[in-house]
């Protein structure tokens, strides 16, 4: 453990410049922190161990998903850049569970990963106040002075010193990565990357609990050798939407120009190739030893877990617009390179395929994120935080979505203001972070929907009105598209009035519409919000009957027809988040001793003391802590209380 002065006494050390935060990763998580960082006027340097690789999307060439693609609408209604950068390099676009409800609909596209890496980095390069350095940074330079540890700098391998008050760790799959093919193992990062060494030690040195999780991904083959005939061609949807509330009402992608996925199935000849090699799987042998994703499970672990499964789907994904290399989606596997062709070559219409890269599995450390705050800053060393991978998340979405909030947070704890903590009922970027640090996790964590406890209000169509006011607070939302968003609001407030106001009465014209849409007519006057209550109609369906309605865009339309479609479920919802906010405005002071609380179990004492709920909402979350001991800590915060107010009428 070193201070900065310590490492500039070493030979061949020196001052290479002085910042007020250091990004150590330029992956989604370090893009997404530097830019919040700079543009909230932090003079700011983002170090990555290859300029190359800005951005990088090692496995999938695609943003959003279920739950992912609320993820991004987010970051982009905080004043964030994943939306944009993935409009303008989207190459096909669907919204998924488009036949279910509005909780689960969630924006997937496919993305041309070359040209979204050109667009971030032109980002970064272009950006005030941030500079862009090629370097890998090895150890943390920390002021240990009393009891506090207090973060100075970081020093390169080439002995450069960079001084700093606050540094954002996103170092993502690299911290001692090791890539594994079969028999085949090297030190490595994603992509054939160099691994990161050195860092994972100083990490250690500070006291910080690593763990080893593992992740992997497919082969990519050539376009040329594939028969597309046996296959189901995934076209995109004829109207796209945009990612960004910046381009929703012109998303920048022809629909006309998207680029087809296809869908094909394992046959017994790859069930056969592989069950019969599973003495080389190196994770099935023992020789991988990080834990890997359960909802992303290599093809010969899916064969294991699940026999009774005669096939399991494969989709070949575009990787851009100008390369033939395609993805094989749910083929992700570390077997030996012989195996992995005889896999790919079982698939219908992949008879003749040419792989042109090896599937791979990749181990790393990452931290234990039950040492972070709600803040990101981890505890205990002042001005350190961490975010995307490194905190044993999976995905770049949730990488993205904590580099932000790591951002947000390391300028304002410089500015002495208080962290901007987003909670469960607000977002689930709210909903990642908390889980991670209330109960943290034991494998690569994905965000899914059934996380969300509250996400029919959670949903991908109203993130900006969630949270557009709180970017706009922190300074990261500008004046014309807060002026945007002001309008886009009140247009659709102004519209459900209009709605619950214009009546529609029983008429020969009314009975036609009504059985054109499969319901029954009108026997009574009822008003356009009583109509969109029916499942069968929707807001477009009523415009014969409502011939002076104002002119709206679809995602005004959208944003009104599901406030009122759903205005009873949403307000049993809110009553629900109302008793989840009183739990969690009862506040937990960071000073207290859990050993000296009478009636509390030795395990909540234990978990509490570790983990230091912020409120009795947050221990209420953690493993371990039963009603019980809630009552008592409750009791026990009460009587701190009364001694409280007695001391200050004393």
Known sequence: MKNVTAALSASGAYLAGEYDIIVIGTGHAGCEAALASARLGRQTLILGM???????????????????????????????????????????????????????????????????????????????????????????LVDADGHELRIEGVRLRTEAIYRCKSVILATGTFLESRIIIGDCQYSGGPDSQFAAHGLSESLRDLGLLLQRFKTGTPARINRRSVDFTPMEQQDGDPIPFAFSYENEENPPINPDEQIPC?????????????????????????????????????????????????????????????????????????????????????????????IMRSAYAIEYDCLDPRLLQMSLEVRGITGLFSAGQINGTSGYEEAAGQGLIAGINAVRKLNDEEPVILDRSQAYIGVLIDDLITKGTTEPYRMMTARAEYRLVLRQDNADARLTPIGRSVGLIDQARWDHFQIKQERIQTEIERCRNIRIRPSAESDAVMRSLGTVPLRQPASLADLLKRPEIHYEDLEVLDPDRPSLSRVEQTAVEVSIKYEGYIRLEEERIGQFRKLERKSIPDSIDYRLIKGLRIEAQQKLSRQRPISIGQAKRISGVSPADLAVLLIYLQSLKRDDEEGKRG
């Open 50 to 140: 290859n300029l190359d690789t800005v951005a990088n999307m090692p496995c999938n060439p695609n943003i959003g998903g279920t739950a992912k693609g609320q993820l991004v609408r987010e970051i982009d209604a905080l004043g964030g850049e994943m939306g944009r950068a993935a409009d303008r390099a989207m190459i096909q676009f669907r919204m998924l569970n488009a036949s279910r409800g509005p909780a689960v609909l969630s924006p997937r596209a496919q993305i041309d990963r070359r040209l979204y890496q050109q667009i971030m980095k032109e980002t970064l390069e272009k950006t005030e106040r941030l500079d862009v350095r090629q370097g890998e940074v090895i150890e943390l």
């Open 262 to 354: 296809y869908l094909t199935w394992t046959t017994p000849q790859t069930r056969a190739v592989i069950e019969q090699n599973l003495d080389r799987s190196p994770l099935l042998s023992g020789v991988i030893e990080g834990v890997g994703p359960r909802y992303c499970p290599s093809i010969e672990d899916k064969y294991v877990k699940f026999p009774d499964k005669e096939r399991h789907q494969i989709f070949l994904e575009p990787m851009g617009r100008n390369t033939e290399e395609m993805y094989l989606q749910g083929l992700s596997s570390s077997m030996p390179e012989d195996v992995q062709l005889i896999m790919v070559r079982s698939l219908p219409g992949l008879q003749s395929a040419r």
